[in-house]
């Protein structure tokens, strides 16, 4: 079946713009996470949303940064007057149940460079 | 919070066999995941330990001890496709905290002919 969807796989935009980065899950999947990644780092997690429980927004590195999820699987997170140094890869991942056994599949990520 | 910590970079040639070491140092420890990496491509679910011992899946196997905070990956008969960054990602016990996993910076694998 289909993996876990990203959109756009770039984006370049100016320093001080906002930009929306979107993740369509694997179908059935009830948990949804945002990590990012910069190069040489490990993958920083930054939300997960878990059914119609409240997320864990506590990675989110500043007020600049949200993320949604409608109806239980489409998820945007956006990024407001975006910096240089959000420059990064931003990975979406899913999980088929809750807790720590469920593997995360993640999607190809999108690569956003702040100029 | 928790530190984890794994070589940056591993050389071996075709053929033979890898050990990738991960350390880790928890307030609170539910399990252990692999994931391999490809540049620019996706992580991928290899592994999961979350008792003590050795859990083998064909080349690839993952050891865990608990009490001594420390997992491997063992990476046998290597073929140069095994070219990758390999992640270790712990997941900690709190039940609200069970979505936060968190990934050691990675290893560099690089097989040579």
């Known amino acids: 079946g289909a993996g876990v969807s990203q959109s756009p796989s770039n984006k370049v935009t100016e320093k001080g713009k906002d930009v929306e980065l979107r993740c369509d899950p694997i179908?059935?999947?009830?948990?949804l996470y945002w990590y990012r990644q910069s190069l040489g780092q490990g993958l920083e997690f930054l939300i997960y949303?878990?059914?119609?429980?409240?997320?864990?927004k506590s990675g989110l590195p500043s007020d600049r940064f949200s993320a949604e999820r409608t109806g239980g699987s489409v998820s945007t997170l956006t990024i407001q007057r975006t910096q240089q140094e959000d420059s990064a890869v931003y990975l979406c991942?899913?999980?088929?149940?809750?807790?720590?056994?469920?593997?995360?599949?993640f999607g190809n990520g999108t690569r956003l460079t702040v100029t | 919070g928790q530190n984890i910590d794994q070589p940056t970079e591993m050389t071996a040639t075709e053929g033979a066999i890898v050990q990738i070491n991960c350390t880790y140092q928890?307030?609170?420890?539910?399990?252990l995941f692999w994931y391999q990496q490809h540049a620019g491509e996706a992580p991928t679910f290899l592994s999961y330990n979350v008792l003590d011992g050795l859990e083998e899946k064909g080349r690839f196997s993952s050891f865990l001890s608990r009490s001594k905070g420390y997992s491997y990956l063992l990476l046998k008969e290597l073929q140069m496709k095994d070219s990758a960054s390999y992640l270790c990602?712990?997941?900690?016990?709190?039940?609200?905290?069970?979505?936060?996993?968190?990934f050691g910076a990675g290893t560099q694998v690089v097989v040579t002919p």
């Open positions: 991942a899913s999980s088929s149940g809750w807790g720590a056994d469920s593997p995360l599949h």
């Open positions: 928890t307030s609170g420890f539910n399990g």
């Open positions: 990602a712990v997941t900690p016990r709190k039940a609200d905290s069970w979505g936060k996993f968190q």
């Open positions: 179908s059935g999947h009830t948990a």
């Open positions: 949303f878990q059914g119609n429980s409240a997320p864990d």
